[in-house]
């Protein structure tokens, strides 16, 4: 066997070291097999922490999509619920309805078309040749062809007294109570009117929706006979109408608010509950309620622009005979409950955006609620050394303020919703109270005051 320059064999192992296995002693194998036992186990526990993470981020994402369809859906459902509360209110309440229509009583372009509508009705039943039944037989033939002579004089005489009557009842505080009478009897044909089925004072021809004008033409024949006109006594009962609306688009919009009215109050409800809905669910939920709010506010906003642009459409598109002063106060009439409640929803979209971006981190918005607080300390702390102490009452509003405040939030919440029909002026009554309210609870807090001692220093 070969030898080394040392003398010892190269399979031998050398002086002072411990023979063993070849490929290491057991305990590094064991060192080795728990090292790659270590690394097996951190390399499963990283893979299940990206799995983990991956999931996470995949929900997060699910959730924000969600979110904003939640949000677009409150968008998109706000101007829908607006026409459909309209809608109910107009059908359900009839006082609502007769408060709608009132104004149309005393519009002097209304005024003049109906007018102008019973004077032709009542011209065309007037018997003009009962007035020789008074005359004696023999004169007769001499005064009929007096009256064939100056027959248009006589009619353009008559018609002109006629109108004068009629303009003096359409003046008078009786039309007002006629007008509310016919439309408050009218109101039990609203659903029919927007089934387009069956009759009563107010019904649907065609494109044409009507009202039924008879009760003033009644007491217009009894003025008519008071003032001498005894002739007048024969005319039957007349029901004539008197043009509301005139559209081509009547069918489409009867079937719409058809269903806004079965629907009723529920689609502002669902709207709400899908802007919530959307909130919560989002990742950064101040920035989601202050979307939220402002695309409400718009989405009431486009059905404002919407009936603007529609009016000026029906008025273009109307016939030439229509009074196109007469169909503009109409239009704006029946719409302006509709307009206020797009007021409301913007005004309290605004207020609703603005307090969740004041409650925000921003830097504006911690400089607002800086502002906040050091005015209002300032006020309590002139008001503890005019001798003013608070004592049990400072101290458990500081222990509550924060349920005490969003109790004041779900109060005036409630108050807005209770309200029958809210304006714009009672929204900012409501935004104002609820400051009012915020601002005592931080005047009667008390921070760091310990229970029995002196105010804490700051």
Known sequence: MPTDELGASPDEPPAGRPAGPPGGSPDELADLRARLSAVEAHEARLDRQLGASQGSQGRHRARSLLAVLLILLACVL???????????????????????????????????????????????????????????????????????????????????????????????????????????????AIDRMLTGQGGGAVEIRNDTVVLDLAPVIARVKTALVDNGLSVASKIPEIHTSYTLVQSDAIPTVRTGLRLLDLAGFWVPVLALACAVGGVLLAGRRRRAAVTAALGMAAGALLLGLGLSVFRAVYLDRLPAGVDQAAAQAVYDTLVRYLRSAVRVVVALGLVVALGAWISGGGRWARTVRGGWHAALGSAR??????????????????????????????????????????????????????????????????????????PAAT
Request: aromatic share 6%; glycine share 8%.
């Open 78 to 188: 706000t101007p829908l619920g607006a026409v459909a509360v309209w809608a109910k209110s107009q059908v359900g309440d009839t006082d609502r309805y007769v408060a709608t229509m009132a104004p149309l009583a005393r519009d002097p372009a209304v005024k003049a078309a109906v007018t102008n509508r019973v004077t032709d009705a009542i011209m065309q039943q007037i018997p003009v040749d009962s007035l020789l039944d008074n005359v004696a037989p023999d004169d007769r033939p001499k005064l009929g062809a007096l009256l064939n002579g100056i027959g248009q004089a006589l009619t353009s005489g008559l018609t002109g007294f006629v109108h004068t009557q009629v303009q003096r009842v359409v003046d008078s505080d009786a039309f007002v109570t006629i007008w509310t009478d016919v439309n408050r009897e009218a109101h039990a």
């Open 381 to 454: 702390n002139t008001a503890e050394r005019a001798g003013l102490r608070l004592g049990p009452v400072g101290r458990f509003v500081h222990r509550w303020k924060a349920w005490l405040g969003w109790a004041a939030v779900a109060g005036a919440a409630l108050a807005f919703v209770l309200w029958s029909y809210p304006t714009v002026l009672v929204t900012l009554c409501l935004a104002l109270a609820l400051v009012g309210v915020l601002a005592v609870l931080e005047l009667l807090d008390e921070p760091g005051r310990p229970e029995g001692g002196a």
